[in-house]
């Protein structure tokens, strides 16, 4: 059945929507069938994504890949219990139509903590954990601290997840591979950024996460969202003599490396 | 009583909580007597930032410009109207404290929905949304598009806020003055930033905003999170012959020039 990546921070802003799409087509473009479900359902970053890319598509005559993708309904009445149960069940409904026609389901996730999020990290196989490299970003995964006995409380988000890899070792013994993933790098290395990375590579050991190489802090990643498409497309520009810009490359080679960071699990022969 | 400035956009990692600590800062360094609510009640960025400040100021036998703060807590039980019921309580029991004696406060939100974040937006006399240079971004405020056609309906986040302008208007005939700012603007100005830039002046006069100057990215503006200083701040080495580093000096330039850009009610004479 299909190995469900979970891209998900409860901190704002890290780049779970960009990471979430980027993984998407970089495995599409990779020939596996690709399933997806968006559980931000008030934003809906990559529902609006997909919603582009299709639009694009027709307008320019063409077929671009497209994973089979789900945008979960917000569950809206005043007795949450009763929003829980609705959820649960549009959610448990959208795996169940794909856990067995795809190898792949990405689900993106909101910043704010809610059932449903709880509930996808559960899931997971591998869980992408984007963080911005800025000490306002470790404090939700461990509290930050000028002084060395009083730093390195474990803090709400950290908490979340290794509850959520209690609960799944009760359901079935199954591991969640959890990868924490510098994103937004600056171009030039700061002393701050030495220490974040320090700081991370600390907490690896404590709350078993890996650490991924990262992805920089690139223009590409984000000016294509109204036309659906990413670096890993042919873009117009670039597809003219079929030269790619430094910029796609370097994007590329990032999101590649990314992708065989995550070791997902390859088809047979 | 205080004039109330709210810090808010619904889409996450923006600069809320960076923007509110800046402005509380540069506020309390002109002499005004600021107060500070952090509605943020599970990440608390602000709360957390000023404990590292007092802790900071403690060690170092100093005093430090601190706010009069409030840290929310959040509403627990399993019924929704019985947790709003207890926040606004408690929300209500913050301001009225401090309307009086305060001449600012400064109010943190989270990126999540939620009746206290909306309740938040009708008291704003000044509304500050920090945005990123991004399409991504610009979404939560009226949806992107590459055809001009079907450009430009109005999103979840702009709704928001005209909704909170109208039930101001209806209880006390208040205007809300909503400035967006845009946060984290690269040194090199791409193309990408000057659509964003032409998109963001065209909403302007249809959502009814002015939009600031703009904070640039720095690593100063993030970097002394753990020890509760800011780049208005007499940071150590700064300090040693009263010399600022460029990015100390530049970074004060442009709070200060949000702050004047504010058009806040001063003190009279
Ligand atoms: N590697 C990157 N390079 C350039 N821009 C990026 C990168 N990653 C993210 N961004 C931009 O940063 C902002 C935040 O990214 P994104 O929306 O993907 O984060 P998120 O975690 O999904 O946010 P939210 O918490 O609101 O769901 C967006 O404007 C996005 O375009
Ligand atoms: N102008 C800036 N220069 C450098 N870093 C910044 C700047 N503004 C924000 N950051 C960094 O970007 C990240 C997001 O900022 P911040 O946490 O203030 O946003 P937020 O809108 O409050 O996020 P959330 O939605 O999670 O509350 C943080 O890591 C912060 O340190
Ligand atoms: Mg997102
Ligand atoms: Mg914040």
Redesign the pocket.
């Known amino acids: 059945s299909a190995h469900v990546i979970v891209v998900a921070?409860e901190k704002?802003?890290?780049?779970?929507?960009?990471?979430s799409i980027h993984t998407t087509v970089g495995l599409l473009k990779a020939g596996y069938r690709v399933a997806t479900i968006d559980l931000?359902t008030r934003?809906r970053?990559l529902t609006r994504f997909f919603e582009n890319r299709l639009s694009w598509a027709e307008q320019a005559g063409t077929t671009l890949e497209m994973p089979f993708h789900h945008a979960l309904d917000r569950g809206d009445s005043a007795d949450l219990g009763d929003n829980e149960t609705r959820e649960f069940t549009a959610f448990a409904n959208a795996i169940e139509q794909i856990e067995h026609d795809y190898e792949f389901v990405v689900i993106?996730t909101?910043?704010s903590d809610s059932y449903l999020m709880r509930l996808a990290h559960s899931l997971a196989d591998t869980l992408i954990s984007?963080i911005n490299d800025s000490f306002i970003d470790v404090d939700v995964f461990s509290r930050v601290h000028h002084d060395r006995a009083k730093r390195g409380a474990i803090a709400h988000y950290a908490d979340l997840v290794l509850e959520a890899r209690r609960r799944r070792r009760q359901v079935d013994a199954g591991m969640i591979d959890w990868v924490l993933l510098r994103?937004?790098v600056a171009a030039l290395q700061s002393n701050n950024a030495k220490q974040i990375a320090a700081s991370i590579e600390k907490l690896a050991t404590e709350l078993q996460f890996r650490t991924a190489e990262g992805?920089?802090?690139?223009?590409i990643?984000?000016e294509l969202?109204p036309i659906g498409l990413t670096a890993l497309d042919a873009i117009e520009e670039a597809a003219r003599g079929g030269v790619l810009t430094n910029s796609q490359l370097a994007a590329r080679q990032e999101i590649g490396e990314l992708i065989e960071t995550l070791r997902l699990p390859v088809r047979g022969p």
Request: charged share 25%.
């Open positions: 921070n704002g802003g890290t780049g779970k929507s960009t990471v931000d934003q970053t993106d909101p910043a984007p994103n937004r992805l920089h802090d690139r223009v990643f984000r969202f």
